[in-house]
DNA sequence: AGCCCGTCGGTTTTT
DNA sequence: CCGACGGGCT
């Protein structure tokens, strides 16, 4: 970051100045991308190559030319990645940069729905569902439906063959007949529920997050004009991750973009590992057809990785079906051998995690600058507990998520009625909360106040029976309030968590802390004017200060490890990381090795964990372990690591006697 | 009989 | 944190 502010008296020479510090910081390729106008734009960045600089000294070189910082548009995965582009870029320039509009694909669809809402004929009031609101949905459905009680699909499996139909963008039947054959004599009574999900959905005014998309697709084909002018106020577009993103995210690019042809798109297509949500690596390489006279510019020379590492990650991305060339290189030669560690079990694998953090702490590394990854959430539980134990602290990224909650859900519902009196499930939820209160009793009460029209205000008015009506009152004291008064969001808030919060006393053992997750929520809330914005900020993008509790750590607070899903961990490195749990069966997973292509997918998860080490990198996993699904036992490393030759992997088995001397 | 509630075993990955 | 299952209440 050595490029210099303008505040030259002459604008011309300055922004000359300006360019030419730029072009120090990068290299040839980056410099052709950062200064590439007028046409589309294809970067296949490996990794580590510098493609969040390259991406955020275009923002800035854009900016610094006199584009309007908010004709830019910049979609990226997360909120967080797209926070940290626009940080580094008004750090590069100035606070200019942070006016580019920016966030999601599911953010800018939400913002562009509410506004244009009428013209769609969509209920301004909608909700946006989570996928666990989605899931609850089905499973009402599902319930309702009298399916066989043996080999039907569960409400989860039911849900994401939904959404895999409308993110690939194909019929049911053809989603049924590729990736669950055993489900195709259940076609019809599955096409029966999806349909009843849908005219459901339209019925509570709830949109999921595959809705999102799919609404702004139709708004921009059936509204030309419309189309017209929003893609006339963003003559600027850049997507970052590319290869994640799928074909309903790429028509609507292609809507906005296709007059203007202002469009880069920047991405790696060894990096693809989000094909269950129907990404597809193929996108990425089908970019050129889309938009003719596509330029391509390849980023190979990685600043990150030791070549020790680099030679490893090469390595196991040769071993891919599907080839992904490039020639990545580093200028940083030397480095430790890559390991793998087998240990005599589970927790033996948690010690020798400890120890070797100890040691690597001691030789001066950050805590933070150390990251565990793992394949599933659940996998690092073992970890954590020995972590709380020896007084390490860490931070988890991944895997179980604050917003879903039981707490927090259960608080956002009372919310969301006010909003929306048809959320029968934010209904449901609120009234299982009572004593004596189960489905049944819920859904005759819903039905109550949904049927009647009458939201909130029915629940106050409809006749219950003696034994309900007790219960029912402090729930009617609070909406009573809530609906007569004047209230802030905040005060929205207090009002509802002092009704909740003896609930939650008798509901949770560890109430107290689930207390201070509420209270935290109530200082969010004060931010907020409108309750329906907080309510689809917390669906959308919830504020980090509640999902990760500090991961980056601007103050300086105290240091902490990260834990880390793979796929929470894409685009960030650390000076050391260890991939746990590489044994063949959980990484990769069993359910996946029957298909060449979920196989590949798993190898290119392999090779985004080992991707984020800049100079130390450990595999681990237990000698073995009892698979009780599939009844085997697991006893071989990750295929992906025996495969590899010798001199790039060392092996080592931690000594059987070892294991009982560390315990003491 | 219908319904609620506690317990126990099994969990991919995310906007 | 889901689903199934069985005890026990109304």
Redesign the pocket.
């Known amino acids: 970051m050595t490029a210099q502010k303008t505040t030259s008296a002459h604008p011309a020479a300055a922004l000359e100045k300006a360019l030419a510090a730029y072009r120090q910081d990068l290299n040839e390729a980056q410099w052709e991308a950062v200064i590439h106008d007028g046409g589309p734009l294809l970067v296949i960045a490996g990794a580590g190559t510098g493609k969040t600089r390259t991406l955020t000294y275009r923002v800035a070189r854009l900016v610094l030319q006199g584009v309007d910082p908010r004709a830019i548009l910049l979609l990226t995965?997360?909120r967080k990645a797209s926070r940290e582009m626009l940080r580094r870029a008004s750090a590069l320039l100035d606070d200019r940069c942070s006016a580019v509009s920016g966030g999601?694909?599911?953010?800018f669809a939400h913002g562009v729905l509410r506004r244009y809402a009428g013209r769609l004929g969509l209920d301004r009031a909608f909700t946006i569902i989570?996928?666990?609101d989605a899931e609850s949905l089905v499973?009402q459905i599902r319930k309702e439906s009298n399916v066989p009680t043996r080999g039907f699909p569960?409400?989860?499996t039911l849900t994401?063959i939904f959404s895999q139909c409308v993110n690939k963008d194909r019929g049911l039947e053809e989603i049924l007949a590729d990736g669950y054959g055993h489900l195709m004599p259940f076609l019809d009574t599955i096409a029966g529920i999806a349909r009843q999900y849908r005219e459901r959905k339209k019925l509570h005014r709830f949109l999921d997050?595959d809705d999102l998309l799919v609404e702004l697709r139709n708004l921009l084909r059936t509204d030309p004009e419309l189309c017209q002018r929003i893609a006339e106020s963003y003559p600027h577009i850049m997507v970052d991750e590319y290869q994640d993103t799928n074909r309903l995210q790429a028509d609507i690019l292609y809507l906005l973009a296709h007059r203007h042809r202002n469009l880069m798109v920047v991405g790696d297509d060894a990096q693809s590992?989000?094909s269950?949500?129907g990404a597809n690596f193929r996108n990425i390489m089908a970019f050129p057809e889309i938009f003719a006279d596509t330029r391509v510019i390849r980023l190979e020379e990685n600043y990150r990785s030791v070549q020790p590492v680099l030679s490893l990650t090469n390595a196991l991305i040769a071993g891919a079906t599907e080839k992904y060339p490039k020639h990545l290189f580093t200028r940083r030669p030397d480095g430790p051998l890559p390991r793998l560690v087998r240990t005599m079990s589970e927790n033996a694998q948690s010690r020798w995690i400890i120890d070797e953090i100890r040691l690597l702490t001691r030789r001066g590394i950050g805590l933070e600058e150390i990251a565990v990854l793992f394949?599933?959430?659940?996998h690092s539980f073992d970890l954590e507990i020995e972590l709380t134990r020896e007084g390490i602290e860490f931070v988890k990224v991944?895997?179980?998520?604050f917003m879903?909650?039981?707490h927090i859900k259960d608080l956002l519902a009372h919310l969301r009625v006010l909003v929306n009196p048809d959320d029968r499930l934010c209904w449901h939820r609120i009234l299982?909360l009572l004593?004596?209160?189960?489905?049944?009793?819920?859904q005759s009460i819903c039905d109550t106040i949904i049927d009647t029209r009458s939201g909130a205000a029915g629940l106050l008015d409809a006749p219950f029976s003696p034994?309900l009506a007790a219960v029912l009152t402090p729930l009617k004291e609070l909406f009573s309030r809530l609906t007569r008064e004047e209230l802030s969001v905040a005060q929205m808030g207090e009002a509802v968590l002092a009704y909740y919060l003896p609930l939650l006393k008798d509901l949770h053992e560890d109430h107290p802390r689930r207390a201070r997750d509420l209270e935290q929520l109530l200082e969010i809330m004060e931010r907020y004017e409108r309750l329906e914005t907080f309510l689809a900020d917390m669906a959308?993008?919830p504020p980090d200060q509640l999902v990760e509790n500090g991961l980056h750590l601007p103050s300086g607070d105290e240091r902490r490890l990260v834990l880390s899903?793979i796929?929470?961990a894409k685009g960030l490195e650390w000076h050391t990381v260890f991939v746990i749990w590489t044994l063949d069966g959980r990484f990769p997973?069993l359910?996946?090795i029957d298909t060449p292509e979920d196989l590949d997918e798993e190898r290119r998860l392999m090779y985004v964990a080992a991707t984020r080490a800049r100079e130390n990198l450990v595999f681990t996993c237990p000698m073995q372990a009892y698979d009780?699904?599939a009844d085997m036992v697991l006893d071989r490393p990750s295929r992906f690591l025996t495969d590899i030759d010798a001199d790039l992997l060392e092996s080592i088995d931690e000594a059987p006697d070892m294991d009982w001397r560390l315990d003491w």
Do not use: C, M, N, W
Request: no cysteine; proline share 2%.
């Open positions: 995965f997360t999601t694909f599911h953010a989570d996928r666990a499973g569960t409400k989860r994401d997050y590992i989000y269950f949500r394949r599933a959430g659940y991944g895997g179980f998520k879903e909650s039981a299982q004593d004596k209160v189960g489905p049944k009793t819920a034994r959308l993008e899903t796929h929470s997973s359910r996946a009780r699904a």
